[in-house]
């Protein structure tokens, strides 16, 4: 039994990570690594920088706090800003390392990366790689991966019914202490390309990237407040930081786990009550294994402007509209004002996202990949399953059978009766 070495990518938990439990089984020592690949920071095809300031932020939280709880476990986490070909092979070489565990990623941007690697890598070199992002894993889903159903409904209702949903897992720290000395810090925002900023004040999500700061969210939102027991009347919300559990951004880069989600929201039924809101929070982990599943099923297709069904629109790029929906200056208020708040904070409602998304494609019949960039770059809580998912969904290329266009005044006029949203968002400070 030699060194092992756990490289950390969309799995920022100590705590119920499969990578991190066969590593340490396997293994006398275990190192760890994360690596802030500048690819991250670079621009894309339409313009934007894939990882803008808000997550950019988030993601240094995060990995500062699993370098801090993998240290309690023995482990030490080297992290580094470079091209992971560069890293992991050094790391390979320098500590004899000759298995490293990790997430299994099958999207094309991550693929790329570990090709790359391996081909710098001896031979040798073992590879394990684990499904370990979802509620209900691959092997405990009642059809093959091909048989995903293309409707949610029915994906659900089957996985409800014939899937099962495992344990989360528990670790105790290596016997064995080995931690090196650090000697890359944590790189800070300006080391990214970044200046420093101060959180918006009116933000829905003031709260800090990282596992323990996703478990005293699930604290204060299931225990401390309850709200749990109202989150299916709440969900819709706007303003605030309680209208939903806010847990996606610490799920998108596996500061948690669903399956530990899962088994407090079974606990608080038991223990206060089960009702349609516990339920409903589990029917949205569900909604983020389908997009996952979706996208395992038919890879690059969710990245098409054809998206999964081939279809064929007349899409537009005009640079005006792009611009005009991403400041806020097109003739819709609640539009304008949701644009304004994902701009200045990173974080939008998931009321608002349907309806942005649903303006963008088919009101202005914009290239909905330009609106999913763009959403990539700045949401804090991106998801690339999520995101491209439900942007195919509302573009009409991808999981909707009906193919819906939102009413954006009738929404406003539901969700945001007496407009507080709106003028929370586009009022102007007089001088």
């Known amino acids: 039994m030699g060194t092992g070495l756990v490289w950390f990518r969309n799995d920022l938990r100590s705590q119920d990570n499969v990578s991190v439990k066969k590593a340490m089984d396997q293994n006398e020592y275990v190192l760890g690594v994360y690596v802030f690949d500048p690819k991250m920071f670079e621009s894309d095809a339409f313009g934007f920088k894939k990882t803008e300031k808000y997550r950019a932020k988030f993601l240094i939280e995060s990995v500062s706090e699993l370098r801090k709880n993998l240290e309690a476990l023995n482990i030490t986490l080297l992290v580094y800003s470079e091209n992971p070909e560069i890293v992991i092979p050094n790391l390979i070489e320098e500590h004899g390392i000759a298995t490293v565990f990790l997430q299994k990623e099958w999207t094309k941007e991550e693929q790329e990366v570990l090709i790359n690697v391996k081909q710098e890598v001896p031979k040798a070199t073992e590879w394990v790689e684990s499904y370990d992002q979802f509620l209900y894993h691959p092997e405990d889903i009642p059809f093959e991966i091909a048989n995903v159903p293309n409707v949610f409904t029915n994906f659900r209702k089957k996985c409800e019914k014939y899937g099962s949903i495992r344990k989360p897992i528990g670790v105790e720290p290596l016997s064995n202490k080995n931690l090196l000395a650090q000697t890359k810090p944590i790189p800070q925002l300006k080391d990214l390309g970044f200046d420093a900023f101060e959180t918006d004040t009116r933000t829905a999500f003031p709260f800090r990237g990282g596992e323990n700061h996703a478990i005293e969210r699930i604290q204060q939102y299931f225990w401390d407040t309850k709200k749990l027991s109202y989150y299916k009347k709440t969900r819709n919300g706007l303003i605030g930081t309680d209208y939903s559990s806010k847990l996606s951004a610490w799920l998108a880069n596996g500061s948690i786990s669903p399956r530990t989600i899962y088994e407090e929201v079974k606990k608080y039924e038991q223990r206060i009550g089960k009702n349609d809101s516990t339920y409903w929070l589990v029917f949205e982990l569900i909604w983020r294994d389908f997009f996952k599943y979706i996208s395992l099923k038919h890879g690059n297709d969710i990245f098409k402007i054809g998206g999964i069904l081939h279809k064929e629109y007349d899409w537009k790029s005009d640079k005006d509209l792009v611009d005009q929906w991403i400041h806020g200056k097109t003739d819709e208020p609640f539009v304008n004002a949701n644009m304004i708040e994902l701009m200045e904070t990173g974080w939008m409602s998931n009321r608002g996202r349907q ?46 059978p009906r193919d819906r266009k939102f009413n954006i005044k009738s929404q406003a006029e539901r969700y945001d009766p007496n407009q507080k949203f709106q003028n929370l968002w586009l009022q102007t400070t007089l001088f």
Do not use: C, P, T
């Open 355 to 400: 309806n942005v998304a649903s303006f963008f494609a088919k009101e202005q019949e914009l290239d909905w990949r330009i609106g999913a960039a763009y959403f990539e770059s700045l949401l804090l809580d991106y998801d690339v399953h999520s995101n491209y998912g439900n942007w195919m969904y509302v573009a009409g290329v991808g999981n909707d």
